[in-house]
Structure formats: C-alpha cells, structure tokens
C-alpha cells in the first residue's frame, strides 16, 4: 500500500483528535446546521463562520478547514491533540499562515460519522491549481457514489480513485478493494482515508487499467479525468487525460470485457462529443460495439461548447475570456488562449454540444447483449438500486423471451395515468395518455389505448395471453396479429418497470 501522509500512531492520534472534537459529520452538522454546511459546499462560508463558535476544538477546526480562517496556533495545537501540532505541519495537513497563526494546508473533511476525506483547497482566484491537484468530494464524485450497484462482492476495483471517495464506499460491501491512480501524491491522499477509516486497500499507481492488466473484478468503479477536449499533455491529472475529445470513455469500454469477471458490473462517469450529423447516441453506442457486454448509457446533463469550455477553465482557477475578477483584474492571456485554442477544436471537429452521463456495462456472456444509450435528466436518489433492477429486468426478459406470452403481469405500486385532451362539440376528446412511475426512475412514456387496455388488466390473475384473447374480442382484431404487437410493448414496459411479472 502507498504511505499515508502520516504514519499508523499519526493516523491513531488524528483519528482520536477528530472524533474527540466531534468533528465528524454529524458533529459539524450540529454545530453549525444543515443550512450552513450545504452552503459551504457552494463556496459560501459564511454561515459556517458565524456559527462556528470561538473556544472549543470543533470551533477551532470548522474555522480552520471548512472556514478556511488562519487560526491561532495554540488553538490548532489543542484542537489537534493527540497529533502534535510539528507532525500535522509534517504531513501537509496545516501550514504556518503568513502573519502568524496556522492555516490549512489540505482540505480536511468530515465524510461520514467514521471517514475524513483529504484533498488539496479549493483554488483561490484568481490563479490556477498545482498540476496535480488532487479533487475532493464534487458533484460527479456523488453522482458516481449515489449510482454504484451496492450488492456485496469478492472484490472491487476503482479506476482513478483520487482522494478515494469511490473506494471508502466500494469497502462496505467488498471482500477486495484495488485503487489505481496516475497521481502517487493522489495515492497518498487515498491511502491517508483508508488509515484514518481503518480500511485496507491495495493502492497500485499507474494509467487507468494498465497497472492491474490480466486482473478481474465483481465490480469496477470510475470517476475518470473525463473532461473533454484537444488531444496534448494533460494540465491537470485530475481533470485531463491526455485523449482527444471523449476518447476516454470509449478507451474504458474497451477495457471493460478484459476487467470485468462472470457477472461482474463496471460503471464510469463520461463526457461525450455531440457531433454535427450524428446522433450522439450513434457515437456512444458505438464504444460498445462488438464488446460483449450488456450497456446502459445515460446521459444526465448536456452543455454547449462555450460553457463547458469556461466551466472547466473556472474549476481550476483560470478565468474565463471576458470575465473578470471581482479584483479590477483582467483575464491573462494564458488564460484567453486556451480557452480560444479549445474552442477552435471544438469547431474544427464540428462539436454542437457535450454531453455527462454515466455509462454502466454488465458482462454476462450472452449472444445478444442489450444496448441502450438514452437520457434520463429527473435527480434520483439511490440510482444504483435502479441500475440493479434495471439489469434484474433484462436477465428475466431474456429468461422468458419465448413465453412471455403465458406470464402473469402486475402494474407497479403507484402506476400513474396523465391524460391530455381537448373540449369540442362532442366533449373531451383524449389527444395524449401517458404512463408514469411514481417512484424509482419516474419514468414518464406515451401509450396507445391498446396497450393502455392491457396495461389496465395486468392484476396478477390473467396470463398475457389471456388478455390479448379478450381484447382481441372486443375490437376484432385477429389475436395472432394483435399479439405480434403487444409483445415488444410489453417487453419495453417491463424494461422500464410499468409493469412486473406476478409472484
């Protein structure tokens, strides 16, 4: 395992420090409210601040990591205690502030009532980050976290862990956790979460895959330097990995069949490139072609160019073209170039958008894998859940493909019915009727009135069959014709969850 940035006594008097301050998640939340911590995840810091209180250890370190206010060293020395003070300074984790007093070095956060997560602070503006910058908890890290597949595995693999969000997480219910990153400090920051969370990871550095090559896993997790853009050295490891464009995410799927075991389960984060003259869809279907696997890939949010070029810029301190400081200050003309060099990129290969999503793949050794790339924008939470009855769903469809003419079908629980209609001279007449989920993924699809017909009739005590007789009755329509219909209706309906074959 890669060194912790402290050694196991160090890890032994942090931890005890720590938790006799209460400075865990509950303890911080209740100091200074909920309120305030969201706040401060917004870069807003005053609530925290004022809440924060003055004579105490967890004052002392609310104001020193969240608050990011220099304190006196006495007080860090208390608050600190068991740690001495020389030793935190050793390992990073504060830093003498110029004018006196002490800062932080790191980032120090509660995650969790048993986990502290370490990274690098946020960049202060204007001025970008250290090369290698090491990311803590974001918004794509809790989107990974909130869609990983939690069912208990032998063993685990998370491809770029960074601080090592993903793998403290993979830990609750993996036997084995891998982590590789390209970052050794990365890998010390990790390994500095795992002491401090009393988990034990096999850390090995290298590019993405490459360093557990011939190795399979239950599950492989990502959240990669996805960012996309011109092909070139990467700026920042974290964020650049060096690849033109989305060629990361396609480089991932590639690597899948050879990572994964019998059954296992890889999910990542990516960006992909909407291209003038090709469904993005086409293009992202197209990592996995020939792979083997079944897919789901999912598009959460999309951005154009010139956004996600200035979003990308800010995240790492640099200033958009055209913007200012809040300083009086201008934008360099570093920081200009690159963002009118990523932009000329993006024109020359007639990129229209970019798309986030998360790509989820599953290796079952089937002759016709299922492939689906679509959007899904509506928050859920616990995403993995759904991704588990999602593939759940396709193993039982692939089950009973020849006989789900002789199932019995229930809606699921809170079904929902929207109707769309216009008053006339002969009363309302229905224009649109569209199925809803209440719950899960909330899916929410048109339905003709036959199918809505059967849909009505699935309580469980019919067999499909049966129900296409009695309608085929009523609207007389031959029943061989009207069930060469409703056959891949039922299928889709069963894929998305509106309906579930009956116990």
Same mark, same amino acid.
């Not at 690597?255 to 296992?264: H, I, K, Q």
């Given at each position: 395992?890669?060194?912790?940035?402290?050694?196991?006594?160090?890890?032994?008097?942090?931890?005890?420090?720590?938790?006799?301050?209460?400075?865990?998640?509950?303890?911080?939340?209740?100091?200074?409210?909920?309120?305030?911590?969201?706040?401060?995840?917004?870069?807003?810091?005053?609530?925290?601040?004022?809440?924060?209180?003055?004579?105490?250890?967890?004052?002392?370190?609310?104001?020193?990591?969240?608050?990011?206010?220099?304190?006196?060293?006495?007080?860090?020395?208390?608050?600190?205690?068991?740690?001495?003070?020389?030793?935190?300074?050793?390992?990073?984790?504060? %830093?003498?502030?110029?004018?006196?007093?002490?800062?932080?070095?790191?980032?120090?956060?509660?995650?969790?009532?048993?986990?502290?997560?370490?990274?690098?602070?946020?960049?202060?503006?204007?001025?970008?980050?250290?090369?290698?910058?090491?990311?803590?908890?974001?918004?794509?890290?809790?989107?990974?976290?909130?869609?990983?597949?939690?069912?208990?595995?032998?063993?685990?693999?998370?491809?770029?862990?960074?601080?090592?969000?993903?793998?403290?997480?993979?830990?609750?219910?993996?036997?084995?956790? =891998?982590?590789?990153?390209?970052?050794?400090?990365?890998?010390?920051?990790?390994?500095?979460?795992?002491?401090?969370?009393?988990? +034990?990871?096999?850390? %090995?550095?290298?590019?993405?895959?490459?360093?557990?090559?011939?190795?399979?896993?239950?599950?492989?997790?990502?959240?990669?330097?996805?960012?996309?853009?011109?092909?070139?050295?990467?700026?920042?490891?974290?964020?650049?990995?060096?690849?033109?464009?989305?060629?990361?995410?396609?480089?991932?799927?590639?690597?899948?069949?050879?990572?994964?075991?019998?059954?296992?389960?890889?999910?990542?984060?990516?960006?992909?490139?909407?291209?003038?003259?090709?469904?993005?869809?086409?293009?992202?279907?197209?990592?996995?072609?020939?792979?083997?696997?079944?897919?789901?890939?999912?598009?959460?949010?999309?951005?154009?160019?010139?956004?996600?070029?200035?979003?990308?810029?800010?995240?790492?301190? +640099?200033?958009?073209?055209?913007?200012? =400081?809040?300083?009086?200050?201008?934008?360099?003309?570093?920081?200009?170039?690159?963002?009118?060099?990523?932009?000329?990129?993006?024109?020359?290969?007639?990129?229209?958008?970019?798309?986030?999503?998360?790509?989820?793949?599953?290796?079952?050794?089937?002759?016709?894998?299922?492939?689906?790339? +679509?959007?899904?924008?509506?928050?859920?939470?616990?995403?993995?859940?759904?991704?588990?009855?999602?593939?759940?769903?396709?193993?039982?469809?692939?089950?009973?493909?020849?006989?789900?003419?002789?199932?019995?079908?229930?809606?699921?629980?809170?079904?929902?019915?929207?109707?769309?209609?216009?008053?006339?001279?002969?009363?309302?007449?229905?224009?649109?009727?569209?199925?809803?989920?209440?719950?899960?993924?909330?899916?929410?699809?048109?339905?003709?009135?036959?199918?809505?017909?059967?849909?009505?009739?699935?309580?469980?005590?019919?067999?499909?069959?049966?129900?296409?007789?009695?309608?085929?009755?009523?609207?007389?329509?031959?029943?061989?014709?009207?069930?060469?219909?409703?056959?891949?209706? %039922?299928?889709?309906?069963?894929?998305?969850?509106?309906?579930?074959?009956?116990?």
């Amino acid at each position: 395992m890669t060194d912790a940035l402290l050694d196991a006594d160090g890890i032994a008097r942090l931890r005890d420090a720590l938790r006799g301050a209460q400075y865990t998640r509950t303890g911080v939340a209740g100091r200074i409210g909920e309120a305030a911590v969201a706040a401060a995840r917004r870069r807003d810091l005053r609530p925290a601040l004022r809440a924060a209180g003055t004579d105490d250890p967890l004052a002392t370190l609310i104001r020193l990591f969240i608050g990011e206010q220099n304190q006196p060293a006495t007080a860090v020395a208390r608050a600190l205690h068991p740690l001495p003070l020389a030793a935190a300074q050793a390992a990073g984790l504060v %830093v003498p502030a110029p004018g006196g007093g002490i800062r932080a070095g790191l980032d120090l956060e509660p995650y969790g009532d048993g986990w502290w997560i370490l990274a690098d602070r946020p960049p202060a503006a204007p001025g970008p980050v250290r090369a290698d910058h090491v990311l803590g908890v974001g918004g794509a890290s809790a989107t990974l976290v909130n869609a990983t597949v939690r069912a208990p595995v032998r063993s685990a693999l998370d491809l770029g862990t960074g601080c090592g969000v993903q793998a403290l997480h993979l830990a609750t219910h993996a036997t084995r956790v =891998t982590a590789t990153d390209l970052s050794r400090r990365a890998l010390r920051f990790a390994a500095t979460a795992a002491a401090l969370a009393g988990q +034990e990871w096999e850390l %090995v550095q290298g590019d993405f895959a490459q360093p557990v090559a011939g190795r399979r896993y239950d599950l492989v997790v990502s959240n990669p330097p996805f960012v996309a853009g011109p092909p070139g050295p990467a700026a920042f490891t974290y964020r650049d990995s060096g690849r033109a464009g989305d060629r990361v995410g396609a480089e991932l799927a590639a690597a899948a069949p050879g990572l994964l075991a019998e059954g296992g389960t890889m999910q990542y984060l990516a960006n992909w490139l909407h291209v003038a003259g090709q469904p993005w869809q086409e293009r992202v279907a197209a990592w996995f072609a020939g792979s083997g696997l079944c897919a789901w890939a999912i598009q959460r949010e999309v951005s154009d160019p010139q956004s996600y070029v200035d979003l990308w810029l800010a995240d790492v301190g +640099e200033q958009p073209a055209g913007a200012g =400081t809040g300083t009086g200050q201008r934008p360099s003309t570093r920081d200009t170039s690159r963002r009118e060099a990523w932009l000329d990129w993006f024109d020359a290969q007639k990129v229209e958008a970019v798309g986030f999503g998360l790509v989820c793949l599953r290796r079952s050794e089937v002759a016709d894998p299922v492939l689906r790339v +679509e959007e899904l924008r509506q928050p859920t939470d616990r995403l993995g859940d759904q991704i588990a009855l999602w593939f759940e769903r396709q193993d039982w469809l692939r089950a009973h493909r020849t006989d789900l003419l002789s199932q019995r079908y229930r809606t699921a629980p809170g079904l929902l019915l929207h109707q769309e209609a216009t008053h006339g001279p002969d009363g309302w007449l229905v224009q649109q009727q569209r199925l809803q989920l209440s719950g899960g993924l909330r899916w929410n699809e048109p339905v003709d009135p036959l199918v809505l017909e059967l849909v009505s009739g699935c309580d469980g005590s019919v067999p499909l069959a049966g129900q296409l007789a009695v309608l085929a009755a009523a609207h007389g329509v031959p029943e061989e014709e009207l069930a060469d219909a409703a056959v891949p209706s %039922v299928a889709h309906l069963v894929e998305r969850g509106f309906i579930a074959a009956a116990p």
